[in-house]
């Protein structure tokens, strides 16, 4: 996402986690690397809210989910244990600025996350919006 703010537009980026304790954010966000703001949802209201589900082991530790950590490794990244539900799949939306949800995707594991390209027409075609 990072990458690709300049076509965004006005549009602002926003990770939100469910495992982070939020003292730890901002060390999260140096971690993630990115300019925009890192939110944290310890009691999950968001998840349930949106309709995320927990994977199977098959689903979250796929070939795929394998092939990306062993990826990531040969890249150099220290790979940590985890601390959180490995379990608990993620979700990708673009949420406008009254709050409306335009575009939801719901993930089978961790491998299987929209293409950028996806994510980009689908914020970029929010029609402008600000509160009332």
Do not use: C
């Not at 220290?78 to 600025?97: C, E, M, N, S, Y």
């Amino acid at each position: 996402m990072r990458d690709h703010l300049e076509q965004m537009g006005d549009a602002l980026p926003v990770v939100v986690t469910f495992a982070h304790d939020p003292s730890q954010l901002a060390a999260y966000r140096k971690h993630l690397d990115v300019p925009f703001p890192v939110l944290a949802d310890a009691q999950r209201a968001l998840y349930h809210l949106l309709g995320v589900g927990r994977g199977s082991i098959r689903d979250v530790w796929s070939p795929g989910t394998i092939a990306m950590y062993v990826h990531l490794m040969r890249e150099g990244r220290r790979l940590q244990r985890p601390a959180a539900d490995t379990r608990q799949l993620g979700a990708d939306a673009v949420i406008d600025r009254t709050g409306r949800l335009h575009r939801l995707w719901l993930p089978s594991g961790p491998d299987h996350r929209p293409p950028i390209a996806d994510v980009i027409a689908a914020v970029v075609s929010v029609p402008n919006s600000s509160p009332d």
